[in-house]
């Protein structure tokens, strides 16, 4: 054999060695790029999971807030009738007036709000028609009394407010 032939031969196996390694490489980087992409994806899917959840439970809280309020409306509106009433005893109606504004406190910390309606336009969503007035002296639409007041958190309504509307 001539020399040649033996390089050959020597060179041949070590070719076949390196395909065999360039093709097991190949193949652990496509593994990789597969777990990779997987990985990717799974995090992805927990983000998603994370945001639902979070927007899940705000919407939770909303909803039990708005619940507890509404059901204690009645009382706030007692309050307020209580704090109007004339009374000979200034003390007692210095301590209503005292408990009112602790409640209305409360409840605005906690984000609700009072609609305005006298002298503003009539919104359906916001207000409760109850009756109508000609009165020229007001705009179209334009609430010239208030009956019951009505309330919100954010722009979630809790209750409507009842209006008189004019013209």
Avoid at 26 to 41: G, H, V
Avoid at 65 to 88: F, G, I, Q
Avoid at 144 to 158: D, F, W
Wanted: hydrophobic content about 30%.
């Amino acid at each position: 054999m001539s020399e040649k032939e033996q390089k050959q031969e020597n060179e041949e196996p070590k070719v076949q060695e390196e395909k065999q390694e360039k093709m097991e490489l190949e193949l652990k980087q496509e593994e990789l790029d597969d777990i990779t992409d997987r990985y990717k994806r799974v995090l992805a899917e927990f983000e998603n999971y994370k945001k639902r959840s979070s927007k899940e439970r705000d919407s939770l809280y909303s909803s039990v807030l708005s619940d507890v309020v509404e059901a204690m409306l009645p009382v706030l509106d007692n309050l307020e009738n209580a704090a109007k009433v004339e009374t000979e005893d200034e003390n007692y109606k210095k301590g209503v007036e005292m408990v009112l504004k602790q409640f209305k406190d409360v409840l605005q910390s906690k984000g609700v709000e009072e609609i305005k309606t006298v002298g503003e336009t009539f919104d359906p969503e916001l207000h409760e028609a109850v009756s109508s007035i000609q009165n020229e002296e007001l705009g179209e639409k334009e609430i010239a009394e208030e009956y019951r007041k009505g309330y919100k958190i954010g722009t979630k309504v809790i209750r409507h407010s009842m209006v008189v509307v004019a013209n």
